[in-house]
């Protein structure tokens, strides 16, 4: 076999579409989005070399018109999830003795084919089965995933490259990078089509074969990221997708004895019940399981009185209200100085009395559905409350309705209380509630910031005072893992800001980046000798 020391592409961020009246990029997305709303799919399981259709046909609707059927999807069982961890197991010897640069070409073939032929289909299928408009798709399912797979086989490259500095006289060592023994298991949210494919693409590229289980509310593109894959060349049963629900999927994977490690986005209950019953489990596994994972936030901006309102207002407007406030790092809660109040307030009730809200075939709505009906039901309950309380008033927003798709109006919320439920639970829709402070209590406010939310995962700071900027970065250290000074909480970009967060906020092992990867491998040190000694005897035993 050739052997080489390989460079691969340099990676570049995928530069984003705008996709502007006229331009080539919203025709085809347009055209794109009338075929797949004439058309109802159906989409099987991937396990193996197989297409697995059980007949328990589950319908795909857009949030934004929950009575179009898009297709159908063929819901599993437990028998499956055995099926696809015996065809990762199965996969595992061929897929570990590739060579790493075949394994960085079907994952770099698979960025090109989605930043080209598969640009317009993944984006409308993000757009459609999950409610996102095309800036929205257009940067995560396209750029982000694109970006995902490309700095993740430069960060391959590196890990590999990694040696240990010194070799004694004699003696060669060496260091190399096993994939973990056993199968991963990728658990996907419904929210980022580029999360959906970089949590079983991040452990396959390091040599891993994967079990799959995507969000029911983000298949119609997980069945699209499939057939990207397997265009790209991926082998059989290196990822295996599946449609079963969660506990008939967790109680055969985190009892089976190759179960090697937990990719996950997703809720900190879920995560906290997962690592429980990793826990309960652990004498079954034939190692110690890796448990990644992003989980919830409740994501500040804190503006300091030298702020500028009108950034201040456009921050809110963007991290609160893109994609319904429906990212783990929407701005939910608001810190803002008593001097700039009615200014902000201003800008950003002008700025909310022009978004459009509707479904996502008309671009010229900013807002649009919330993804089904139990997140509705739940974000409509947070708003009820705030209406029945004394401590809150609603300032902007506040109305909802189901009955066409799952639509609710952009809410702001003021909160005499810093303290009061919505300042403190996540709620992951389209709500923000603020807190005025009093300007010259800049420091209590940064307190009540880092003590009001067990999650740290994103959060801003508004300043022109580089001294009250310094305190906050100091002062807000453990309350964020992606931290942003005069900017949005949004928008972490692969290669630039790698993504996650600590405390109930997950593992903070960062996506988009080394430290990734670097969890789905078992470092092995070799020390060669080459004249091993021939007597036991070292000089001090020695008379004289």
């Known amino acids: 076999m050739l052997k080489g020391f390989f460079k691969v592409p340099v990676p570049i961020n995928e530069p984003v579409l705008n996709y502007a009246p006229g331009s080539a990029e919203r025709s085809q997305l347009q055209s794109m989005l009338e075929v797949f709303r004439s058309q109802e799919i159906d989409i099987p399981m991937y396990i193996g070399s197989e297409e697995i259709r059980t007949g328990n046909k589950k319908p795909l609707n857009p949030p934004h018109d929950h009575q179009h059927l898009l297709g159908y999807f063929h819901e599993g069982d437990s028998s499956h999830v055995a099926q696809a961890i015996n065809a990762a197991l199965g996969a ?11 394994r960085a070409a ?14 317009a289909k993944i984006n409308a299928a993000t757009m459609l089965g999950q409610s996102k408009n095309a800036y929205q798709a257009e940067i995560d399912a396209a750029c982000e995933f694109i970006d995902f797979l490309r700095f993740n086989v430069q960060y391959m490259t590196e890990i590999y490259a990694q040696q240990p500095p010194v070799s004694s006289p004699g003696i060669w060592n060496r260091l190399e990078q096993r ?30 074969t994967v079990v799959w289980k995507p969000a029911y509310t983000q298949i119609y593109a997980a069945n699209v990221i499939m057939q990207v894959f397997k265009e790209a060349g991926l082998p059989d049963g290196v990822i295996n997708l599946i449609y079963v629900d969660g506990p008939a999927a967790g109680e055969v994977i985190f009892k089976h004895r190759d179960f090697a490690g937990i990719h996950f986005t ?34 500040f901006l804190i503006a300091h009185k030298s702020s500028n309102a009108k950034q201040v207002a456009t921050a809110l407007a963007r991290g609160a209200f893109e994609y319904q406030g429906q990212k ?54 947070y708003i009820d409350g705030a209406k029945k309380s004394e401590m809150t008033e609603i300032i902007a927003g506040g109305n909802y309705d189901k009955s066409k798709g799952y639509f609710i109006e952009p809410t702001v919320i003021l909160s005499k209380d810093p303290s009061s439920t919505t300042m403190c ?3 992951f829709g389209p709500v923000l509630t603020i807190y005025v402070y009093n300007a010259e209590h800049f420091e209590e406010a940064l307190e009540l910031v880092d003590q009001t939310s067990p999650y740290a995962l994103t959060g801003a700071v508004f300043s022109t005072d580089r001294y009250a900027a310094e305190l906050a970065t100091y002062k807000l250290r453990n309350a964020a893992g992606n931290f942003y000074i005069n900017d949005k909480p949004t928008g972490a970009v692969v290669g630039q800001q790698p993504f ?27 020390k060669e000798t080459f004249n091993p000694p021939i007597d036991y005897r070292y000089p001090f035993l020695g008379d004289k």
């Open 92 to 102: 595992k010897d061929a897929w570990e003795k590739m060579q790493w640069e075949q």
């Open 106 to 119: 079907i994952f770099l073939k698979a960025a090109e084919l989605i930043a080209g032929p598969y640009r």
């Open 179 to 208: 994939p973990l023994e056993g199968f991963i298991f990728a658990l996907t949210p419904f929210n980022f089509t580029a999360i959906a494919g970089n949590l079983p693409a991040a452990p396959a590229m390091m040599g891993n």
């Open 266 to 299: 997703g809720s900190t209950g879920v995560f906290q019940t997962i690592w429980k019953t990793i826990g309960e489990n652990i004498t079954r596994y034939k190692s110690y399981p890796r448990i990644v994972g992003e989980t919830g936030g409740k994501d």
């Open 328 to 381: 783990c790092s929407a701005a939910s809660r608001a810190y803002i100085p008593s001097n700039l109040w009615e200014d902000v307030k201003a800008y950003l009730m002008a700025d909310l009395q022009s978004m459009k809200m509707g479904p996502t075939e008309d671009f010229s709505n900013f807002i649009n559905a919330v993804i089904d009906e139990k997140s509705f039901d739940k974000i409509a309950g």
């Open 425 to 427: 639970e996540e709620i």
């Open 500 to 526: 996650g967060g600590s405390r109930a906020s997950g593992t903070n092992d960062k996506a988009g980046s080394m430290i990734n990867l670097l969890r789905w491998v078992s470092p092995r040190t070799i």
